[in-house]
């Protein structure tokens, strides 16, 4: 049974990180987190839960997907883990628990293409976290997931595309770069065109780049509610509910139904039961809600009582070391991850 230190639960001066961005284009109906410059306050659990939900194409289906689950998660969180750190305290600036988060050494000693490539997953992990902390989506997908489902993806085709507590759409292109936030990469968020989805029209059309400043490499996010290209064609993507949750929780239902990495654990938190799995390689347990497991696990999966089930759920705040999703993943972080050790370098933590 996992043990919780009370330090991580109780402590209400927990350590902030601090996101800040800028977005753009977004009407006043979203009120002033997406009409004016803000501030994403975060634990390093959301982070970390952030990527390792956001579903983007992977080797399920070459490789056995017990076995491949709990490697995805260990290679996600490390990507996390080794390429970025908390920047020092500064008292007085940003408050005396606030910080931001920065590259690493080990981020900064990459060639060109490494960085290119851990920035873009950067932007899936930050779009994922934006999209469910202020446009309460809790699900997003990366198109390619559906590579092996859908027989042709329309070309152009959004990056991603989001679930809403309410049913609704989402679409989102995601940028990362490793240095300064060019003119280019604004212009590639621009909408290409307006996807149908299911036979809808998106509620909503994001754009995401996350950047690095060039003085102190502190990692930003520019936000964007492009314009709609009404002169292009709208593509179809035949999508449904119930196949893209299908899609989404796949990887963590192969993880907790898998024999590979042992059984799973039982954990009460909040008056919600979560079945776990311990990922020791990763220094984290991450799980689901059981009744989400039961529904999807089941062969009566209704998605009227599904999406009831998830507006009527409690929201959980993060702690230092735990955060659950709206989505109703669970993950927690042990001590390798404690905001003291994230202020080092990644080979400065152990210990």
């Not at 990469?185 to 149908?196: H, V, Y």
Request: glycine share 6%; with cysteine; net charge positive.
């Amino acid at each position: 049974m996992l043990q919780f230190k009370k330090s991580f639960i109780t402590d209400q001066t927990k350590t902030v990180l601090i996101i800040e961005y800028a977005p753009n284009g977004f009407s006043e109906k979203f009120g002033p987190k997406l009409t004016r410059p803000d501030q994403l306050r975060c634990a390093w659990s959301d982070i970390v839960w952030a990527g390792l939900t956001v579903g983007r194409r992977n080797l399920r289906y070459v490789i056995r997907p017990d076995t491949y689950a709990y490697f995805e998660i260990v290679y996600r969180s490390t990507m996390l883990y080794t390429n970025l750190q908390a920047a020092d305290y500064r008292p007085g600036l940003w408050g005396p628990l606030d910080t931001h988060i920065i590259q690493s050494p080990a981020f900064r000693n990459l060639d060109p293409p490494e960085k290119s490539a851990i920035a873009y997953f950067l932007s899936l992990t930050l779009t994922k976290l934006f999209v469910e902390k202020l446009l309460a989506t809790p699900w997003l997908l990366h198109l390619d997931t559906y590579a092996q489902s859908l027989a042709q993806l329309p070309t152009p085709s959004p990056d991603l595309v989001g679930l809403g507590k309410n049913t609704k759409w989402l679409v989102a292109e995601a940028k990362g770069r490793s240095n300064w936030l060019s003119r280019r990469t604004l212009r590639r968020l621009k909408s290409r065109s307006q996807a149908l989805i299911a036979g809808q029209k998106p509620a909503l059309l994001v754009g995401l780049a996350c950047y690095f400043t060039a003085q102190n490499k502190i990692l930003k996010a520019y936000l964007e509610d492009p314009p709609v290209n009404d002169d292009s064609e709208s593509h179809a993507l035949a999508l449904t509910p119930k196949a893209y949750l299908t899609t989404y929780y796949a990887l963590l239902l192969d993880l907790l139904q898998a024999d590979y990495g042992g059984a799973p654990v039982f954990e009460t938190y909040q008056d919600r039961t979560f079945r776990l799995k311990a990922i020791p390689e990763a220094d984290l347990h991450i799980g689901l809600d059981e009744q989400i497991f039961q529904r999807l696990a089941g062969d009566d999966f209704s998605l009227e009582r599904f999406f009831a089930s998830r507006r009527r759920a409690p929201q959980i705040e993060a702690t230092e070391q735990i955060t659950v999703g709206s989505d109703g993943v669970y993950v927690s972080l042990g001590e390798r991850w404690s905001p003291t050790r994230m202020h080092l370098p990644p080979p400065e933590r152990v210990g």
